[in-house]
């Protein structure tokens, strides 16, 4: 099992429309949780980190944690062309003697104009 | 502030050749990672320096060999090439807040082909 699990897509949404990304991760011990987004040939950069049970907003962005759920979510409102890029979902677990940061293989998605 | 960079952006190997991916950060990070990316893998963790000083090995190091020359410069060398190695390669670096949280910066990213 993979440590995180993303949808690879492609998820297609409509201009305006909510895109909804979803993420669940195996540690149940797992502290920190983050949306990167990367544009096709560019680095991955910082979009929204979340380590609190709930809901928290950055603008059009909105990630969402379940901890009991082990499930990590990302909702785009108003979508945009210029959010057309692969998201990829990052979660902080606690090893032996350090932190670990696993990624999932990202979820593409193609806002339509 | 540069932030995190990378050289060379791409290169082509053949089998069996050797070479250095350099990576450097302004940020006064103590942290620095080398990752590769394929496609449908997500980014896997090669090598990483907790510290100066300090190298351990992440989910892929076979076949690679990592040196941090000083908080700055993080390096990683490709000693015999092989195809598998074909991928892109990021650097990070990153710093622990006070919030408990840890943000990881990543360089442009080298587009390494082995023939």
């Known amino acids: 099992q993979k440590e995180v699990e993303q949808n690879s897509g492609p998820l297609s949404v409509p201009e305006g429309a909510i895109a909804s990304l979803n993420c669940t991760y195996s540690?149940?011990?797992?502290?920190?949780f983050f949306w990167y987004r990367q544009y096709s040939g560019k680095s991955p950069e910082l979009i929204m980190f979340i380590y609190s049970n709930g809901d928290k907003e950055d603008g059009r962005f909105t990630a969402q944690l379940n901890k009991a759920s082990q499930y990590v979510s990302l909702l785009i409102r108003d979508s945009q062309p210029s959010d057309s890029a692969t998201y990829l979902c990052a979660v902080i677990s606690k090893g032996t003697n350090d932190y670990k940061l696993s990624f999932g293989a990202g979820t593409t998605v193609t806002v339509r104009a | 502030n540069a932030g995190v960079t990378q050289t060379p952006k791409f290169q082509v190997l053949k089998t069996g050749q050797s070479m250095t991916l350099q990576c450097a950060q302004d940020m006064n990070h103590n942290s620095m990672y080398w990752y590769r990316q394929d496609p449908g893998m997500g980014l896997r963790l090669i090598y990483y320096s907790a510290s100066e000083g300090t190298t351990d090995k992440g989910e892929v190091p076979n076949g690679y060999n990592v040196s941090r020359l000083n908080k700055r410069e993080f390096s990683l060398r490709l000693e015999s090439a092989a195809p598998s190695q074909t991928s892109v390669y990021f650097c990070a670096s990153s710093e622990w807040d006070a919030g408990g949280t840890d943000t990881q910066y990543f360089g442009p990213g080298t587009r390494l082909t082995v023939l």
């Open positions: 540690d149940r011990g797992s502290q920190s």
